[in-house]
């Protein structure tokens, strides 16, 4: 099926610094989306995008956090500072319409 | 408060037998539930999926059972092999409103085939 992209794979980073992850989503998609996945627990939408804006955002995303997609190339999520409970694996996901989301292989952030 | 929810939480079969996978869930507004298969390390891939207007949707060994007056739906996976081990998450939608496919998920379902 359509691949989606994510770099990198591990990213592990000091508490209070910025930290940006990378997607690629598939070529003709028009919605991006990322969740964010606590181990042993399920996965939880974070936000999605659409037409470069946000279109909704869960009570996970937080102030810290944003995301874009500046002239179609990568789909970010940063954060800005980050906190010791930020340490999750994001998956990013696009689709082309409403349905059928695809993800990535996911980025596990490690924050010390 | 889980709004879709899993079981069994792990489910071990035999090669060739069908392992039966349960989801429900509590907002009846959801109308779209997709299934994901997740190997270790990897991210989940898009299995088969159905929305609220059908009972039933089948694609090769895998189909979705739906009943939407209990807000159940169950994933049979027939003549189960050993590369259908992974983790299966059950998600729901309420996609074709105003909020652009928000994805809920369920815990999972550990399945384990055995040859």
């Known amino acids: 099926g359509p691949k989606v992209l994510q770099i990198p794979s591990h990213q592990i980073i000091d508490m209070g610094q910025m930290v940006t992850l990378n997607c690629d989503p598939v070529?003709?998609?028009?919605?991006f989306y990322w969740y964010k996945q606590i181990l042993g627990q399920q996965m939880e939408f974070l936000v999605n995008f659409y037409n470069g804006k946000v279109m909704e955002k869960s009570k996970l995303f937080k102030d810290q956090f944003s995301v874009e997609r500046p002239d179609g190339s990568y789909f970010t999520l940063k954060i800005q500072p980050t906190a010791l409970e930020d340490s999750a694996v994001y998956f990013c996901?696009?689709?082309?319409?409403?349905?059928?989301?695809?993800f990535g292989p996911g980025t596990r952030l490690t924050v010390l | 408060q889980q709004q879709v929810r899993q079981s069994p939480q792990s489910l071990t079969v035999w090669e060739g037998e069908t392992a039966i996978l349960n989801c429900s869930y509590e907002?009846?507004?959801?109308?779209?539930f997709p299934w994901y298969q997740q190997f270790p390390g990897e991210g989940p891939a898009l299995l088969i999926s159905?929305?609220?207007?059908?009972d039933k949707k089948e694609d090769g060994r895998f189909t979705i059972f739906f009943n939407k007056r209990e807000k159940k739906l169950s994933l049979h996976i027939t003549d189960s092999q050993p590369g259908d081990s992974a983790t299966y998450f059950c998600a729901a939608s309420d996609a074709g409103t105003q909020v652009v496919g928000q994805l809920t998920f369920g815990r999972g379902t550990r399945l384990q085939v055995y040859a």
């Open positions: 070529s003709n998609h028009l919605y």
């Open positions: 907002d009846s507004t959801f109308n779209y």
């Open positions: 159905i929305r609220s207007v059908s």
């Open positions: 996901a696009s689709s082309f319409r409403q349905y059928e989301q695809y």
